[in-house]
């Protein structure tokens, strides 16, 4: 039996969806425990919630020292979960990151030791500084939560999430990501600079002891799961289903590259979570749009200088909603 096969009851086992209202009151405490220790990103905090929700991965564009690493570390403290943070560098090899095989003399067999993606969740952190090899050593845990090593497969915690950060500051020493891995990610978001009240509150917060050292968990992986299954429960009717489809074939059609069905799968599914979080147990349009920026704007590659999310909000402004 493989190690994916051998996931622990409290894994494998189906968990009670909780109510709605609940799951609401859920993220709203998670966000708020957030907010204890990051200043002013309430909205990317909400970002990564409906990745994780949605069963998806982030990927964070911003310039050095806005906090990625702290926001990420944050979340994973407020659920009570495992956090591993990958440094991507030049010489970064795929096995540090999946994990490998070793040799124990004692037993005479060979034994894997886990790398860091074997978390909740994990910062892989500038990832495009990694080389292409590398960087697809996380294809096959983004999309199926398993990793396989010499023919064996692991599976890795669950609920797993990858917030990944990139460096746009110096984009000669760095290398592109590939389409089929950004299309791994469920969203793309940027931190951006706190205004001026915003650093001062933080600086003032950091004056003695980091906020970070006295988090408590306000929730479980348990509850996550919980809230995972609410989401997937929510109702996107024909209509919805029919608006997202209409989105998607305008983005093909006014693109090289338009958003691709796992992107159109990944729309749905935060909007369902975006649902959850107004109080719904169903999806509106609404909710559509307010995702679709941050789903599909990193996915659409063009032949000009437009970028991808102005032709998702082209999208939004050119398709009716019938």
């Not at 096969?5 to 708020?32: G, K, N, W, Y």
């Not at 919630?49 to 310039?63: F, I």
């Not at 659920?79 to 070793?102: A, E, I, K, M, Y």
């Not at 509150?201 to 002891?209: A, C, K, M, Q, S």
Request: no cysteine; net charge negative.
């Amino acid at each position: 039996m493989s190690d994916a096969d051998a996931r622990s009851e409290t894994e494998t086992d189906p968990v009670s969806p909780l109510a709605v209202d609940e799951a609401a009151e859920l993220t709203t405490r998670i966000a708020d425990n957030v907010e204890r220790v990051i200043v002013g990103h309430r909205d990317a905090v909400e970002h990564i919630l409906v990745a994780l929700l949605s069963r998806g991965h982030l990927l964070l564009e911003d310039v050095p020292g806005v906090g990625k690493t702290m926001l990420a570390r944050a979340v994973a403290t407020s659920l009570d979960g495992s956090f591993n943070r990958v440094q991507f560098t030049p010489d970064l090899l795929p096995s540090d990151v999946t994990g490998v095989n070793v040799f124990n003399e004692k037993t005479r067999e060979f034994e894997f030791q886990p790398g860091p993606v074997f978390a909740n969740v994990v910062l892989g952190d500038e990832i495009n500084r990694a080389p292409p090899k590398t960087q697809a050593a996380l294809l096959e845990v983004m999309a199926e939560q398993q990793v396989t090593v010499d023919g064996r497969t692991h599976a890795v915690p669950d609920p797993f999430t990858v917030i990944a950060t990139q460096n746009d500051v110096e984009p000669g020493q760095t290398y592109e990501l590939p389409v089929a891995e950004i299309d791994r990610f469920a969203k793309k978001i940027r931190l951006g600079y706190p205004s001026e009240d915003e650093e001062t509150e933080l600086l003032g917060r950091l004056t003695g002891e980091h906020p970070i050292e006295s988090l408590e968990p306000v929730a479980s992986v348990h509850d996550v799961r919980r809230a995972r299954a609410t989401a997937s429960g929510v109702t996107v009717r024909e209509p919805v289903r029919a608006y997202v489809s209409r989105l998607a074939r305008y983005t093909r059609e006014h693109a090289r590259l338009g958003a691709s069905p796992r992107g159109a799968i990944a729309l749905v599914r935060a909007a369902q979570v975006r649902a959850v979080f107004g109080g719904r147990s169903y999806v509106v349009p609404d909710d559509v749009q307010t995702e679709a920026p941050t789903v599909w704007g990193h996915r659409i590659r063009t032949e000009s200088d437009v970028d991808g999310v102005t032709v998702v909000e082209r999208a939004l402004e050119d398709v009716a909603v019938e």
